[in-house]
């Protein structure tokens, strides 16, 4: 890692003031050993600045300096049902869909988007122009990276501001923000790589306007440039980040802290480390694929599910199971977790076991995995889906149902889930107290949440030790689809 490139940046963060409120000025802020005179103007100033936006970036959605993370990753897989939260180190509240502005976890998610925002926007008003040849790439890439929160921002909040001490505005102005800053980054770049990611991105936010027409462009021409991109986060456990969502399923071993839906657990954990489990000796935590190929069949597969169109869904379905068959794994004893440590009994933990996703839905094994012998865990993607299945899904919702299911598996420990559900967190009270545009009671301050989600069971099953089957109290994608005329799900509706 290039320490010396993020102490820059890092410094230059008191210099310029970057955050989601105002809670200083930066006008006062100095730093005796980096000041704008001796970073703007460098040669090289674009190149040294996107570094730190990378890091920005991952600290944004997955860090964890000390015992609460900069990041949202773990808080949003406790607020849906991908997650239980069993012990106290992480959020205690999110389980139960119980979002304070006080929560010290949404205020940083906020205030974490907003220094990428804010580290963007210097970066193209002050540093481009005062670097003597900046890249073209690069110029696009900071494009990408302020788009990027807009983007964040509005699956995450109800309300939010755009700008710095600016007005809420709403999920949908955020995304169109985001839509335009992928916009600028696909017209000025020349690298077909980065470009592939600008468009999966772009398809995202167009999806969640309920744009369909737009969003279908995009997937279909990343799939055809590249259906096998990825970008990753990168974390470092020597240098930071850190990786705030591996420390909650895997580093801390017998804890258990967050434990999967039985439905889901054959794809826990998705971040680990091989060279010296839950000891944190080696130099690299497990970095997150924020930005991946699945992402545009799923779309692509969504607006045709929405239109109609089973067949086309189907054909794309099938073809994202040949990329989720290409994508790595990693085999992992996993004996240092077990699922009961905690709570003996408490939840299923061999593979003898049988889950159903509600009440007279079909049993079926496989999705719970033996945690003392070798295992092959997905590190990208994962599913439980299969052809057959696909081909069975004949009827429009069955087939919804099956996408928002392969969303969930495919996106687990990613942070997604929440946004697919319909939840929105209100803004902070940090936000409420030094932004004078927003009130107590005002709209940011409250939060989203769909009247059809059962608060309080979002994670829970029963379990019936004589015939070794676990049955999910919720099939929450059921549910989805059967409110998709609701505002705040299914998009094309």
Request: with cysteine.
């Amino acid at each position: 890692m290039r320490t010396t490139i993020f102490s820059i940046f890092l410094a230059l963060v008191f210099v310029t003031g970057l955050g989601g409120c105002d809670l200083f000025d930066p006008s006062n802020a100095e730093n005796p050993n980096v000041l704008e005179g001796s970073f703007l103007g460098l040669e090289n100033s674009t190149e040294l600045w996107l570094e730190g936006l990378e890091r920005q970036m991952t600290m944004s959605l997955n860090n964890n300096p000390t015992t609460s993370g900069d990041g949202y990753i773990s808080s949003a897989e406790i607020a849906s049902d991908n997650y239980q939260n069993t012990q106290t180190f992480f959020n205690q509240f999110m389980d139960d869909l119980i979002f304070d502005i006080t929560d010290d976890d949404i205020e940083a998610a906020l205030f974490s988007l907003g220094d990428l925002r804010e580290s963007a926007e210097f970066g193209l008003n002050s540093v481009v122009p005062s670097d003597p040849e900046p890249r073209v790439d690069d110029i696009a890439e900071i494009h990408y990276f302020k788009a990027m929160s807009h983007l964040l921002i509005g699956e995450l909040f109800n309300q939010a501001p755009a700008d710095s001490a600016g007005p809420p505005v709403t999920q949908a102005e955020q995304l169109q923000l985001a839509v335009d800053g992928f916009t600028q980054a696909i017209s000025m770049s020349t690298d077909a790589t980065a470009m592939n990611g600008y468009l999966i991105a772009r398809a995202r936010a167009y999806r969640l306007l309920g744009d369909a027409t737009n969003a279908r462009a995009d997937a279909e021409a990343a799939i055809a440039a590249d259906p096998e991109y990825i970008r990753f986060t990168v974390h470092d456990n020597t240098n930071g980040p850190i990786n705030d969502m591996q420390d909650a399923i895997f580093d801390r071993g017998n804890f258990d802290d967050l434990q999967p839906l039985p439905r889901l657990d054959f794809l826990d954990p998705k971040y680990f480390s091989t060279a010296q489990p839950n000891l944190r000796g080696d130099d690299e935590d497990a970095d997150v694929a924020y930005i991946k190929g699945e992402e545009a069949y799923l779309i692509l597969a969504e607006v045709q599910a929405s239109e109609g169109d089973i067949a086309g869904a189907q054909a794309t379905l099938e073809s994202l199971l040949l990329l989720i068959a290409e994508r790595p794994v990693e085999r992992l004893e996993d004996v240092n977790e077990g699922r009961t440590d905690a709570n003996p009994g408490s939840r299923p933990n061999s593979s003898a076991w049988a889950v159903s996703a509600e009440a007279g839905a079909p049993m079926l094994t496989g999705l719970i995995v033996d945690r003392d012998i070798e295992v092959i865990f997905p590190i990208v993607s994962g599913t439980s889906i299969t052809s057959a299945e696909i081909t069975a899904a004949a009827a429009q919702d069955d087939m919804l149902a099956l996408i928002y299911l392969m969303r969930q598996e495919i996106f687990i420990a990613e942070g997604r889930r929440m946004t697919d559900l319909g939840i929105r967190w209100p803004v902070p009270q940090d936000e409420v107290t030094s932004n004078p545009n927003i009130n107590d009671g005002d709209p940011a301050t409250q939060a989203q949440i769909p009247s059809f989600l059962p608060a309080g069971e979002m994670d829970a099953f029963t379990m019936d030790e004589t015939t070794m089957e676990v049955v999910i109290t919720h099939d929450l994608n059921r549910i989805l689809v059967e409110n998709k005329a609701a505002a705040e799900v299914l998009p094309f509706f």
